[in-house]
């Protein structure tokens, strides 16, 4: 079916390098596969300031309103550093994600068998690990008000920023996290501190409350600093993990070096569906613009790569596709060929482009 409206958005530093092995994937599966996508880019993040002087220019929301999915890349760097605070390159995913209600975002952690090796736990201790954090992305202290900093009556000064969240961001968010919880093994674990804080507490009353309308999943509930010391030493024992906007930003980070590697976890933001059964959705790498290794070409692209497979499966249904793609990644991954970051010894060390092509090689192999 033509007509698939993808909003190809790469942005700064490896954003550009990573979303073009991308393409190839793409470019692939209009050749292989007879799967043709309407691809339209846009400019967002530093990239947007320097050509148009806005993060998230209107031109690039109206882009991201007609879409059916977008590829996000990663926004941000030194460049822009020092602009002030309603001007920085991040604010170019935080308006596609308010804007657009994509307030779940959800980002799997699966240790790929020929990494268990990378990861910076023991091997026996990941091997296997196949968890889901359910981030709430469009609430909490990311957008709460008052936020400011301030000087106060006696000269002194202050930095401020409030964690809030209503009972629909709450439970929208929870619902969903339940929903892939009763179609994965039936477990969930909230995270808060309800001990020190209110919304914390807030948020186990309302997620205690949606869990009644799921009998068949386990909830469970864990402190945020507590999840942090299981996350980094026995991982195995969560399934989905569903937290707050800046405790599920911190968890995942933390996932992703316990799976090997910032450069391979992916990630989906979902909007709520419409009358119709549209639903706006983005799809990014939880990694940002690594303005370490920019311009170098040795960039990991598997994040960017399985983020389109997330993509594929979500908002286009085509879960054979995104099979395919994440296990193509697997086998070169298997083959030895690594990038910097998930280096092991013994491997053969490539950069982006040999990853990328090296995926599409296999995927020529598995549809032979
Ligand atoms: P980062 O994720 O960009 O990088 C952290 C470390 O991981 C760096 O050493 C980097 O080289 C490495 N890394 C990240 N992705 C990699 C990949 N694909 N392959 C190999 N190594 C990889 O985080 P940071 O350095 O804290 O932030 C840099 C900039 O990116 C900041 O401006 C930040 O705000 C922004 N950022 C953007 C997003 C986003 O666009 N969604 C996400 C996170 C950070
Ligand atoms: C992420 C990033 C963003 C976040 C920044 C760039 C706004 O760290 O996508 O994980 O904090 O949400
Ligand atoms: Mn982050």
Redesign the pocket.
């Known amino acids: 079916p033509a007509n698939k409206k993808l909003l190809v958005l790469p ?1 700064d ?2 954003g550009p390098e ?1 979303v073009r092995e991308v393409r190839r994937v793409i470019d692939w599966m209009d050749r292989r596969r007879s799967v043709t996508f309407d691809i339209e880019e846009g400019l967002v ?1 530093g990239a947007a300031i320097d050509a148009l002087g806005h993060p998230c220019p209107d031109r690039t929301m109206q882009q991201a309103e007609r879409a059916d999915a977008i590829l ?1 890349g ?4 030194p460049k822009w550093d020092s602009l002030p605070f309603e001007g920085r ?2 604010l170019g ?1 935080l308006r596609l994600r308010k804007e657009l209600g994509l307030f779940a975002n959800l980002r799997p952690a699966i240790v790929w068998s020929p990494l268990a090796q990378a990861s910076s736990l023991k091997a026996e201790l990941v091997d296997g690990l196949d968890l889901m954090i359910v981030r709430e992305s469009t609430g909490g202290i990311y957008f709460g008000e008052p936020r400011g900093i301030e000087t106060l009556p006696d000269g002194t000064r202050r930095g401020f920023d409030t964690e809030s969240y209503t009972e629909e961001e709450i439970t929208r968010v929870a619902r969903l996290a339940f929903e892939l919880a009763s179609k994965r093994s039936g477990r969930l674990t909230s995270v808060e501190k309800a001990n020190v804080m209110q919304s914390g507490r807030f948020w186990r009353e309302i997620v205690t409350r949606v869990g009644a309308e799921f009998p068949g999943v386990e909830l469970s509930h864990m402190y945020a600093d507590n999840c942090a010391m299981q996350l980094a030493s026995r991982p195995k024992q969560f399934d989905v993990i569903l937290a707050s906007n800046l405790f599920g930003d911190l968890l995942s980070d933390l996932a992703a070096a316990v799976t090997g ?3 391979m976890l992916p990630s989906a933001t979902l909007g709520a569906p419409d009358s119709s059964g549209r639903r706006h959705a983005l799809y ?10 920019a311009g170098k070409g040795i ?3 598997c ?1 960017q790569i399985l983020s389109f497979a997330m993509l594929l499966r979500w908002s286009f249904d085509m879960e054979e596709d995104a099979v395919l793609i994440e296990g193509a990644v697997e086998k070169v991954l298997t083959g030895g060929l690594r ?3 998930i280096m092991v010894p013994g491997a053969a060390r490539v950069g982006t482009s040999i990853m990328g092509e090296a995926v599409v090689r296999e995927l020529d192999k598995m549809v032979a």
């Open positions: 942005g530093g490896i990573v993040g996000f990663s926004v941000g760097g390159p991040e995913i590697s910032l450069g990014e790498p939880i990694h940002g613009s690594a303005p370490d290794i960039a990991n692209p994040a990038t910097a970051d």
